[in-house]
């Protein structure tokens, strides 16, 4: 894969945009969009992205591959839906959103400190682990993202409220050793990753 | 018919006429004041029993001119149709009571106004004639049509099957004008996704076979005389030969040259062979017959093209073209699939600023072109240069905001339509009227070069048709198309306005329909459009002609030529009944059987004026029926008071207001005068195209005559009305008021 980021990528040409319909969820989409702007207008977080949805379509049509996927702007998606609901040519544009992040992420171009990408690595490892997200350790987890001291500094804000969540059984500090899972987390795990052969395989034929 | 004049006034009571009115002692105003023969009264006059009564009147004691004083002319028309008789209308009821408030002070102003209302439509009657047919009427059912394309071919054979006989004349060896060079065209059913097969060669075997349908390949009309119903048109060939027939209409379907790329070189055309138009890639197509499409250069496989949409067109530099040809992006995003068709790695990038994707399966065609993989640019292009054996386009993409510099084999270039509209008659008039000194060879030179007549008509006003705007021949894109300025001559196809295949297609057979029309109207003597069916017509007294020739230069219509001895020569079947000529005319010899300078002039003379000392000025409007009138009836509709000071009388067309109404009516001690006409200028809505315009142009002068008289000039005003002013006409009507009210009485009371 890592020839792929340094593939000479010609630009106005087709190259790009097949590689995004070929790895990116829903990524076939992408050629359809007629640039009407509807969902950069749209994005109530629009003015956080350095890319709106559109602008991303078209620089993945004129070929820009590097700036694309080391870009943080898809990164800054919330999933509100507003631009699928309103986009005229009816584009997913949250799932080639959360498409084209995940794919980066996967090609080692996402932005390293970007807070998404962390949040999002520290969610999935938690879930897959035993098929339910471990609250106690997801939030642990968060506090401690960005250091040791951080860490130590935000739980003793957070005492109060912890404490207050343990008596009125919201939270079990019991959770931090193991935590309960689903019935079955070996066949979850199982699923996950027959899923992940079946993905690579496709990746595999589009870039044979 | 007896030539006595007997005029019978019926003044109806129903409507709250009866009760609004009940005092005003009408009937005897009819009779006492503007001498009607009898005057009866109705309770509900357009009723089986009220117009029977008029019937018994019109055929026992020989009334031959009827005065309805009831609703407006608008209203009730199919009951009040009585044949050989002139029939005047006074409205009481949308001109009278829906306007005024039923009170005890505003009661004896209402029915000052009715009176005059019935006076003047009692004078009205009195100076018609109840119109005759055109005795020159002839019917000949064949139509011609000039021009051989698709558009020229679908009105043929839709005339055929409606069972007239078609000639068509067509410049070129063979038909099928610039569609026959296409490879293929834009579907024109769902699901609207794949470039599909003209149809052209079906179309001309269908027209050579039609035994109704005659062509004359290599031919052009080297003369055109005559009007609807009896056109004599001169067919030469190349070879020389000529011969005349009769049509009873034209269809001018001569089409469109594409734009000269030559004038593109920063584009490329004319450096590279590589760039092309968007003809001139349907020819490579075509050439290639499904296999892949070569470059021109160097006979290279295509692996990259690029489309330039809006290449000399949409823009203002000099030279471009302003408009939007409104075909081309179809065009590319077909273009483009011929591309993909044979090989779906092409790169296809069409680089535009406004895709633009009409009609029915337009968006559908746009999406297909996407789903093919066809690569959209919203961007600027600025130059092709020639780079080797390939090309550089250099664009600013506009989404990204970036100049771009991309490689490829080919560009085609989206250039516009230019119609073949032949002489621009008006730059040969502006020219004509220039001073010697002014008359500059390159202007001559310009319009010999670049206009050859397409109709060659005898007209006096010029060789073809008006050109409405760009060079297009039209009167009004929207309102009325296919009609031309030069009646029972349509145009259709791109020739009128920039369209694809699938609008030519609609168009022609709306053209189709209006020939056909026309001739059946002209057999009868009968006006076409606007006022279809009006059997009136102009005539003038030779006697008092100036031979001025304001109403032959004048006439929007070009109805009117011209004699050896310069006396105006009316074409009736050309003409449409507007009355410009009759506006235009300085000693007012030219009327219409029922609609005259005395009609009119009449009218406004027999209004009651009060005295200088009563408080009680008189206003007179004269409003365009089209438009104004209908706006005022609606204002009566809705029941919008306005003074009981204002007389209206409706005119035909604002351009068939003689300025002695206006002299008249300030002399006859009319405080104010309103004239009402429809939009003019570049955008008009004048039913009559020009009308309106002249009327104001005229009417630009009334300044002067109003300072001669020492009166103000506020007390004339021009208003552009539209039929939706319905709030606005009683205001202009009331501020009219109040500015008397200001200024003062008129003292030309007598």
């Keep these: ?33 007629m640039q009407c702007g509807v969902c950069s207008g749209s994005c109530p977080l629009g003015s956080a992205w350095d890319h709106p949805p559109q602008e991303l379509f078209m620089m993945i049509r004129a070929g820009k591959r590097e700036e694309v996927l080391t870009s943080d702007s898809m990164w800054m998606c919330t999933s509100c839906y507003n631009c699928v609901v309103r986009c005229p040519r009816g584009l997913p544009i949250t799932h080639i959103m959360h498409g084209l992040a995940s794919y980066a992420l996967r090609l080692g171009l996402a932005p390293k400190n970007q807070p998404t990408r962390k949040f999002a690595v520290l ?80 990746r595999q034929k589009f870039n044979s | 018919m007896a030539d006595e004049i007997k005029i019978g006034a019926y003044i109806c009571k129903g409507c709250g006429l009866g009760e609004r009115l009940a005092d005003a002692q009408l009937a005897t105003i009819a009779t006492r004041d503007a001498k009607a023969s009898i005057a009866k009264e109705h309770d509900f006059l357009c009723s089986a029993a009220g117009v029977a009564m008029i019937q018994n009147d019109i055929d026992n004691e020989g009334i031959n001119r009827v005065a309805i004083c009831a609703c407006s002319r608008r209203a009730k028309t199919d009951a009040f149709a009585f044949e050989n008789v002139a029939i005047t209308r006074g409205n009481l009821r949308e001109g009278v009571i829906w306007v005024r408030p039923d009170t005890d002070e505003a009661r004896e102003t209402t029915h000052e106004m009715a009176a005059d209302y019935v006076r003047m439509a009692v004078v009205e009657a009195k100076f018609q004639k109840p119109p005759s047919k055109n005795a020159d009427a002839q019917y000949n059912k064949n139509i011609l049509i000039v021009g051989g394309g698709y558009s020229g071919m679908t009105a043929a054979i839709e005339a055929s099957i409606a069972g007239y006989p078609v000639t068509i004349v067509e410049k070129n060896a063979h038909l099928g004008g610039n569609t026959a060079q296409f490879y293929k065209r834009v579907p024109n059913h769902a699901p609207y996704a794949e470039p599909a097969d003209t149809g052209i060669a079906d179309m001309i075997k269908t027209v050579e076979n039609d035994k109704n349908i005659t062509v004359h390949v290599n031919s052009r009309l080297t003369k055109t005389d005559g009007s609807p119903g009896q056109f004599s048109a001169d067919i030469s060939t190349e070879s020389g030969s000529t011969n005349t027939q009769q049509f009873g209409s034209i269809i001018q379907a001569s089409g469109f040259t594409p734009y000269d790329a030559n004038q593109l070189p920063e584009l490329g055309y004319g450096k590279s062979a590589n760039v092309v138009t968007q003809l001139e890639l349907e020819k490579l197509a075509k050439e290639a017959k499904g296999s892949p499409i070569k470059r021109p250069s160097d006979g290279k496989e295509v692996t990259n093209v690029v489309f330039v949409q809006c290449a000399g067109q949409r823009s203002t530099k000099e030279g471009h073209l302003p408009y939007c040809s409104g075909h081309c992006c179809l065009t590319s995003i077909k273009q483009a699939m011929y591309f993909k068709e044979n090989n779906p790695a092409v790169d296809t990038n069409v680089i535009y600023t406004d895709l633009r994707t009409p009609g029915a399966g337009g968006e559908d065609f746009y999406r297909s072109g996407q789903d093919k993989g066809v690569l959209f640019t919203k961007g600027q292009v600025n130059e092709v240069i020639e780079d080797g054996a390939s090309l550089k386009v250099k664009f600013k993409d506009l989404i990204l905001n970036e100049d771009i510099e991309e490689e490829t084999d080919l560009v085609v270039l989206a250039t516009g339509m230019v119609a073949n509209s032949g002489v621009d008659i008006e730059a040969v008039v502006k020219i004509d009227t220039n001073d010697e000194k002014e008359k500059s060879p ?7 070069v670049k206009d050859i007549s397409v109709l060659n008509l005898t007209y006096r006003q010029g060789p073809d048709l008006p050109h409405l705007k760009y060079g297009f021949n039209d009167s009004h894109f929207i309102c009325f198309p296919y009609e ?29 329909l209006k020939a056909i029309q026309v001739v059946e109207n002209a057999s009868q003597g009968r006006a076409a459009h606007p006022r279809s069916g009006d059997l009136s017509f102009p005539s003038f007294r030779k006697e008092g002609c100036t031979q001025c020739k304001r109403c032959t230069v004048e006439c929007p219509f070009g109805a009117i030529d011209e004699d050896e001895k310069r006396y105006p020569v009316f074409n009736e079947s050309r003409c449409r009944r507007c009355g410009t000529c009759m506006g235009a005319c300085p000693v007012r010899v ?14 406004l003379k027999i209004v009651d004026v009060p005295d200088e000392f009563s408080e009680k000025p008189r206003i007179l409007v004269l409003a365009c029926e089209n438009d104004a009138y209908p706006a005022l009836d609606m204002a009566g509709m809705n029941r919008y008071e306005y003074s009981a000071f204002v007389r209206i ?56 005559t109003l300072k001669t008289l020492s009166l103000e000039t506020e007390r004339v005003e021009t208003h552009e009305i539209a039929i939706t002013d319905i709030k606005r006409v009683p205001e202009i009507i009331n501020n009219m008021a109040a500015t008397i009210e200001k200024i003062g009485m008129s003292p030309f009371k007598f």
């Design chain 1, 123 to 202: 969610f999935w490892e938690n879930l897959v682990k035993t098929g339910r997200v471990n609250e106690l350790k997801l939030g642990l987890n968060l506090y401690f993202m960005n250091g040791f001291i951080e860490g130590i500094k935000t739980a003793l804000g957070m005492q109060k409220i912890g404490l207050g969540m343990w008596k009125t059984k919201r939270m079990s500090p019991m959770e931090f050793f193991g935590g309960h899972g689903c019935k079955d987390a070996k066949g979850l795990q199982a699923i996950l990753k027959k899923a992940r052969e079946i993905e690579d395989a496709k």
């Design chain 2, 590 to 603: 030219i009327s219409f059987e029922n609609y005259s300078v005395e009609t009119v002039g009449q009218q």
């Design chain 1, 1 to 33: 894969m890592a020839d792929l980021n340094v593939a000479a990528i010609e630009k106005y040409r087709n190259n790009f945009l097949k590689e995004v319909e070929a790895n990116v969820e829903e990524g076939e989409w992408v050629k359809m969009c």
């Design chain 2, 649 to 704: 009388i409706p005119v035909r067309c604002l351009g068939s207001v003689n300025l002695i109404w206006i002299t008249d009516a300030l002399n006859s001690g009319y405080d104010g005068v309103i004239l009402m006409g429809c939009q003019k200028g570049e955008n008009y809505q004048c039913h009559f195209v020009k009308g309106s315009e002249l009327a104001h142009e005229r009417m630009g002068k009334i300044d002067e």
């Design chain 2, 484 to 512: 031309t300025r030069r009646t029972g001559i349509y145009t259709t196809g791109p020739v009128r306005r920039p369209m694809d295949l699938q609008q030519a297609q609609e168009d022609a057979t709306g053209a189709a």
């Design chain 2, 442 to 448: 390159a202007n001559e030179i310009k319009i010999n």
